[in-house]
């Protein structure tokens, strides 16, 4: 049964912790720092570096999500994560004003962007963007949008700003991999009369990135489990098992990869239990590549979920089974657990609801390091895979 809770919206206020704690510093990463009147790197200079992405084998990373809400915290993660991973995926919400006008301009949101990959590059580790539109903690609804905006796709000032911040990204990163929004189905099918709106801007962005950085490979994800209808109350009465695929195709040519995220522990009792051709549709329907964009596998009972680390093991090897060599690159959530006690203080200090703080500590041992930093069975089967690259 699907939990009450949308097990996916808790995930961006976890990345999005991380660029708190960088901000509330007094300042950006020691040895370069970034301030608002203060240039960053040239693209060309990412462009020199030898990338993982041209290696022709699946890139292996993760949402820096730190265990704790400090900058300590932080920026240990960021070393770890520079042990186990290739890459971060950075997934900014979208700051409407800011770019309702226009592309240029200095904001505190910029500089956390460009501090999130200083730090990237300070420990080896290069980047996947996600431009995400909606709430994190709801993907049926935006976020932060100004007073007085309709809250559509159609609705000018969005499509303006969403477009002029893609384009920031892209002149600012040069990311190699550019979403442009995230779980896309689930807010499909929560406003279906929005689909078709949403497409033609995902379509006009496509050729205005493309127009300026054809190398730059463009997609939007969606939320593999939903997308098959395993979640009961969100499947509008279709049967298990039977995909959506005119949900994925209608961005057809527009889509360089085909992008998933998945967490089906809300919907097998085991890893182990994971069918042998969960994912393999994919290889069929599509000769383009693959990603997985977010997932996990938590090793804690969650009420009737039967977390445990032998179930996590099972679906990383269902992940790499299944996808393969197809795989452009694997986002797996996090690498260690969070502290629920430092994250729902913070969340309560922002005023968010207790259903939010438990809602994200369904997500809170989904990592494959315990809080400590001890790692669990699944850490050396990802190591491992990571080097057969």
């Not at 240029?104 to 590059?121: I, K, M």
């Not at 445990?308 to 093991?313: A, K, T």
Request: hydrophobic residues 40%; proline residues 8%; contains cysteine.
């Amino acid at each position: 049964m699907r939990p009450a809770f949308d097990p996916r919206r808790a995930l961006a206020f976890a990345a999005a912790l991380a660029v708190a704690a960088l901000a509330c510093s007094e300042g950006a990463p020691e040895g370069e720092p970034i301030g608002p009147s203060q240039p960053t790197f040239a693209a060309t200079e990412a462009a020199q570096a030898a990338s993982v992405f041209d290696s022709g084998s699946t890139a292996y990373g993760f949402f820096p999500s730190p265990p704790e809400g400090t900058l300590e915290s932080v920026l240990n993660h960021f070393k770890d994560m520079g042990e186990h991973a290739d890459f971060i995926l950075i997934q900014p919400n979208i700051p409407w004003e800011d770019f309702r006008v226009g592309v240029e301009g200095e904001s505190q949101p910029r500089t956390d962007l460009r501090n999130q990959t200083v730090l990237a590059r300070q420990n080896g580790l290069e980047w996947v963007f996600v431009v995400d539109p909606l709430n994190g903690l709801n993907r049926r609804e935006f976020l932060g949008l100004p007073e007085g905006w309709e809250p559509s796709f159609a609705n000018a000032d969005v499509r303006a700003a969403f477009t002029n911040f893609t384009l920031w990204v892209v002149r600012e990163f040069s990311p190699r991999y550019l979403g442009l929004a995230s779980e896309i189905n689930t807010y499909l099918d929560a406003h279906p009369e929005d689909a078709e709106k949403y497409l033609s801007l995902y379509q006009e962005t496509y050729d205005r990135v493309k127009a300026e950085a054809p190398d730059t490979q463009v997609f939007v994800t969606f939320q593999w489990d939903d997308l098959n209808n395993m979640f009961a109350p969100a499947a509008e009465g279709r049967p298990a098992g039977q995909t959506n695929w005119e949900q994925v195709e209608a961005f057809e040519p527009r889509l360089d990869l085909w992008a998933i995220s998945s967490y089906p522990y809300f919907a097998f009792p085991t890893g182990e239990g994971i069918p042998a051709d969960y994912y393999t549709p994919l290889l069929e329907r599509t000769a383009k590549p693959l990603a997985v964009t977010e997932g996990g596998w938590t090793t804690q009972p969650l009420g009737p979920i039967q977390g445990d680390e032998q179930g996590q093991v099972g679906y990383l090897q269902a992940i790499h089974d299944q996808l393969g060599d197809r795989l452009d690159f694997w986002v797996y959530l996090i690498l260690t657990d969070f502290n629920m006690d430092s994250y729902g203080e913070i969340m309560r200090q922002q005023g968010r609801p207790e259903s939010d703080v438990e809602g994200l500590s369904m997500f809170a041992s989904v990592g494959l390091q315990h809080l400590d930093g001890a790692p669990k069975q699944a850490l050396a089967v990802w190591d491992a895979f990571r080097q057969e690259q």
